[in-house]
């Protein structure tokens, strides 16, 4: 079993940046194909990233094409979410999750269930 826990959230003005980290323990990330997903108040959790257990395929929800990256440190057991040109609509709390399988349809890397493992979330907020 992994243990997945965020940081790097925060308050940023609109326009700024800020990087999310994911860090594992328990077992290697390197087993794991891993998303960024995201909820605001209200809302559903929504699919915002998603990188393969290599790092090969990186896969991005429309609303945060181009302006985010996701990334990944196997042998620090890290996954990244680098955040630039923030606007207020990105604010949610953010959660990673850790798939045992990679995916390549848009149908299984946005589908919450495809998810065993996720973290307990980091707060964005982003002021207009």
């Known amino acids: 079993q992994v243990q997945l826990v965020e940081s790097g959230g925060g308050l940023v003005q609109a326009g700024g940046s800020l990087r999310l980290s994911c860090a594992a323990s328990?077992?290697?990330?390197?087993?794991?194909?891993m998303g960024w997903f995201r909820q605001a108040p209200g809302k559903e959790r929504e699919f915002a990233a998603y990188?393969?257990?290599?790092?090969?395929?990186?896969y991005y929800a429309d609303s945060v094409k181009g302006r985010f990256t996701i990334s990944r440190d196997n042998n620090k057991n890290m996954v990244y979410l680098q955040m630039n040109s923030l606007v207020p609509e990105d604010t949610a709390v953010y959660y990673c999750?850790?798939?045992?399988?990679?995916?390549?349809?848009?149908?299984?890397?946005?589908?919450?269930?495809?998810?065993?493992?996720w973290g307990q979330g980091t707060q964005v907020t982003v002021s207009s």
């Open positions: 328990g077992r290697a990330l390197s087993r794991y194909a």
């Open positions: 999750a850790g798939d045992f399988l990679d995916c390549s349809t848009y149908r299984c890397y946005t589908r919450l269930s495809e998810y065993d493992y």
């Open positions: 990188i393969t257990r290599s790092g090969g395929n990186t």
